[in-house]
């Protein structure tokens, strides 16, 4: 070992001892993080290992990292919401997938959206109220 590479894995156990920083060793290397991703060290609060690479986010599509918080992963493409349907990301909370198509509510009559709150479906078709 070098001099400099000796220098920084001192200087990376003071900064663990005074808890500055978090570390984990990485095929033998002391990195800063508290995962490994092949041989680099991260931070599981901020980023992701997506098929060997370190990516921001909490979770992976395909190899590029995304927020499940923000965006869901849809046929292997990063779309924003939490659901698919189809090919197409969406929340939700707004919005359903009736016959594979986004519409407003939070359920289908038939290939249309509704709001269950306010109507309901009545043989196909949707009425204010509760009651057919």
């Known amino acids: 070992m070098n001099f400099k590479v000796i220098l920084s894995e ?11 920083c978090e570390a984990v060793t990485c095929n033998g290397m002391i990195k800063f993080g508290n ?5 680099e060290g991260y931070y599981t609060s901020l980023h992701t290992c997506c098929n060997g690479f370190i990516k921001l986010g909490n979770a992976c599509c395909g190899n590029e990292g995304y927020y ?13 919401g939490n659901a698919c349907c189809g090919n197409e990301g969406y929340y ?3 919005h359903t997938c009736c016959n594979g198509v986004i519409k407003l509510g939070n359920a289908c009559c ?9 109507f309901v479906c009545c ?3 949707i009425k204010l109220g509760s009651h057919c």
């Open 92 to 94: 939700k909370s707004l």
């Open 10 to 20: 001192v200087l990376l156990l003071l900064l663990i001892k005074l808890r500055f």
């Open 68 to 80: 499940t918080s923000l965006h869901t992963c849809c046929s292997g493409v990063v779309k924003f």
């Open 123 to 125: 043989n196909g078709n």
């Open 110 to 118: 038939g290939s249309q959206g509704y709001y269950t709150l306010l």
């Open 35 to 39: 995962a490994c991703c092949g041989n």
